[in-house]
């Protein structure tokens, strides 16, 4: 698929762009995807769509795949559902990559990920358990999150050090364009940026400075943290985790 099926996260670049979801039906995404692989043999499938959608996940449990594979996907209650991960085990899913952004419940309403940290924490229970690895993505310094909230998202990391694999902390960018970018006092990062990003003045002093000084001193040097860190692959992106995942099948294990 190109786009996102959920189109509901305010300041979503897709939706910034005005970019329409468009996707294979995933009886065909599948016949495809087998057709591929038979022919090239790959070592391990990754799936680009922005979010797989919760009908092609479905489809993938009922028909599975000959290889390994992996993708992003959104936190819902079926990954809470662990007969549906034991599934997705079977089907070949080595990881999945989870954007759940923040720990703070008030903070992902306002960003309109339709996420219950509830039900977040028992797809991470649920995911481990059945033998998938896990990369989150948090997203710190959107409008909504506070230094309080900020430090909650690091709470609930702490607490979930056991369920996950990998961790990207990332600052938030705000989109250049959009209607939701258009409430802020907007400001270039610097000459020569990248122009589809801004800086933007935050409406709780919870500035850019202010997030990477919580990110460098606080949140990455608690020990819990960090031990999550340290399993991130070394000089590899997050693309190149799944090799690195327990029980794939590759010679770094």
């Known amino acids: ?101 923040s720990g703070d419940q008030d903070v992902l309403e306002h960003l309109g990920k339709g996420i219950d940290l509830e039900t977040a924490s028992m797809a991470l229970r649920r995911l481990k358990g059945a033998g998938i690895g896990t990369y989150v993505h948090l997203l710190f310094g959107t409008p909504a999150e506070t230094a309080e909230g900020a430090d909650r998202t690091l709470d609930f990391t702490v607490r979930h050090e056991a369920w996950i694999d990998f961790l990207n902390p990332a600052l938030f960018n705000m989109p250049a364009y959009g209607p939701e970018s258009e409430r802020y006092d907007k400001k270039p990062f610097y000459e020569g940026d990248l122009s589809l990003y801004t800086d933007f003045t935050h409406p709780s002093g919870w500035d850019r400075s202010s997030v990477r000084n919580f990110l460098d001193k606080k949140f990455k040097r608690h020990p819990a943290i960090a031990a999550i860190l340290r399993r991130d692959p070394p000089l590899f992106t997050s693309n190149h985790a799944p090799f690195f995942v327990k029980g794939f099948p590759w010679l770094f294990q």
């Open 1 to 101: 698929s190109s786009g996102c099926y959920w189109r509901r996260c305010s300041f979503c670049p897709e939706r910034a762009e005005g970019n329409p979801y468009l996707a294979v039906p995933p009886s065909e995404a599948l016949r495809q995807v087998e057709e591929l692989a038979m022919k090239l043999k790959p070592v391990l499938i990754h799936f680009l769509d922005n979010a797989m959608s919760p009908g092609l996940l479905e489809e993938i449990t009922k028909k599975g795949l000959a290889f390994p594979w992996y993708g992003f996907v959104r936190i819902t209650p079926r990954l809470a559902d662990p007969d549906f991960c034991f599934a997705l085990k079977r089907s070949g899913c080595i990881m999945l990559k989870l954007g759940l952004e």
